[in-house]
């Protein structure tokens, strides 16, 4: 739409940054807060459990955003863009609450796969919903920048668990705490493209108007109709959906299989308290806003293939490194190669958020970027299970080493398969 890819940045795209952001933070707080709470939870005796059974709570979260992307992903194509984010923050913000009120291991584990489901759909659905309305010459960049508001609650959710520190069910409250953001997601506009994609000329036109101050003509392709079937996707886009499916594993194994144990690696490593651990894990998180912000800087000037293929790779020999200090006790290194990670494989999430939406046309993003988000999430869901197996039969330093040899082969898949997307428009 020439009308929205040609328009200067003004006081609506900064309005919907808030928003967004501000949603984007409480995904990364509720889907982090297991980090924190897996170490609380070893004193109570009705939650202790094995390594791998922590682990597969860690990871319940992560398998509910697998059904959750898929699901909410092809809705947004029937419903629009805001109904179906408004659905999918509903359902983790009141999950987030009654997890809270959870009595037994198994029971936290059904409730997070359930507030998995919530995050899993609003954040490829988010995503697409605010590339929609950028200009294209800076849509990589905000995207990144929208990214980057993860850090945030990243930094938020530590702060609270250091503040909350005996008390993990107030941890997941917190969480919740997201619903009093509904009736402002309420008061947003649908994005213009999808209500022309329907045919909804009249309202894309009042949208138009609204956000940018002036009148537009829309054409729409009579007849056209959307293709959002998964058999259609692959049949279509082979090749692009092949190396997103690989990509998004890629980074999704290595972020939550290193963050949500990162406490206990620092405390195994560091040999230092778990709460100890939680204020490091605050200067990891630090070091992921740079990371956003040099990456937003990047797509715009080499592109989003070599951006994101760049930090995959630097953030897999940031944990062979972790891995070469983990037995050494030298804090300052293992601490470096931990912030190193943090730094550019946080910068890969900004560069892969703004790289999805521009592979796919309107009438298929939804589903394009629910399928990607799903691949996430399986990477995300096995990556806790299996690095709490390796530490259960060898060490922290292995762990590590197997992320980081997953974070470098998804920046070989996108180097070998990806395609250069800077400056198009969405089509």
């Known amino acids: 739409m020439e009308v929205i890819d040609k328009a200067k940045l003004g ?23 297991v980090s924190f709470v897996i170490p609380l939870l070893s004193k109570e005796q009705a939650f202790q459990g094995s390594l791998s059974k922590l682990g597969a709570m860690g990871s319940a979260a992560l398998w509910g ?9 092809t809705v947004a194509d029937y419903i629009g863009r805001k109904n179906a984010l408004t659905l999918a923050v509903s359902l983790f913000g009141l999950g987030s609450i009654a ?21 899993g759909g609003a954040l490829p659905v988010a995503s697409s919903y605010f590339a929609e309305f950028m200009p294209a010459k800076i ?11 993860w850090a945030i609650g990243t930094m938020i959710i530590g702060i609270v668990a250091i503040l909350l520190k005996a008390s993990w069910r107030s941890i997941l409250l917190f969480g919740g705490s997201v619903l009093l953001l509904l009736p402002i997601i309420l008061w947003l506009p649908e994005s213009p493209r999808f209500l022309a994609l329907k045919g909804k000329t009249k309202e894309a036109k009042r949208v138009i108007e609204r956000i940018l101050g002036r009148k537009a003509e829309i054409k729409v392709q009579e ?3 959307a293709k959002i079937t998964i058999i259609e996707l692959w049949k279509k886009y082979g090749k692009i ?28 490593t560091l040999k230092i308290t778990v709460f100890k651990s939680f204020q490091y894990f605050i200067i990891t998180a630090v070091a992921q806003l740079p990371g956003y912000w040099s990456a937003a800087y990047l797509l715009e000037r080499i592109g989003r293939k070599k951006t994101l293929s760049t930090y995959l790779i630097l ?41 999805t939406p521009e592979l796919y046309p309107t009438e298929v993003r939804g589903t394009g970027t629910g399928w990607a988000g799903a691949m996430a999430r399986i990477g995300g869901g096995l990556a806790p299970i299996l690095a709490g197996k390796i530490m259960e039969t060898s060490t922290v330093g292995v762990a590590v080493l197997v992320i980081a040899v997953i974070s470098i082969i998804g920046a070989l898949d996108v180097l070998t398969l990806g395609k250069e997307t800077k400056g198009t428009e969405l089509v």
């Open 11 to 33: 006081r609506f795209h900064y309005i919907l940054l808030a928003i967004l952001g501000t949603v984007w933070a409480f995904i990364a707080i509720n889907t982090l807060s």
């Open 65 to 73: 955003m697998l059904f959750g992307a898929w699901f909410f992903g």
């Open 99 to 119: 997890s809270s009120f959870a009595n037994s291991l198994n029971q936290l584990i059904a409730l997070r796969f359930i507030v998995g489901l919530g995050l």
């Open 139 to 149: 849509r990589g960049a905000m995207i990144s920048i929208l990214e980057s508001f």
């Open 223 to 225: 007849g056209k109709q």
């Open 241 to 268: 959906t092949l190396m997103l499916s690989i990509a998004w594993f890629s980074i999704a194994f290595a972020y939550y299989g290193f963050f949500i144990w990162l406490p206990r690696f620092l405390a195994a």
């Open 315 to 355: 953030s897999g020999l940031a944990g062979v490194m972790f891995y070469h200090y983990a037995s050494s006790g030298n804090v300052y290194m293992i601490l470096t190669s931990a912030v190193l990670f943090s730094f550019f494989n946080l910068g890969a999430w900004g560069a892969i958020y703004a790289y």
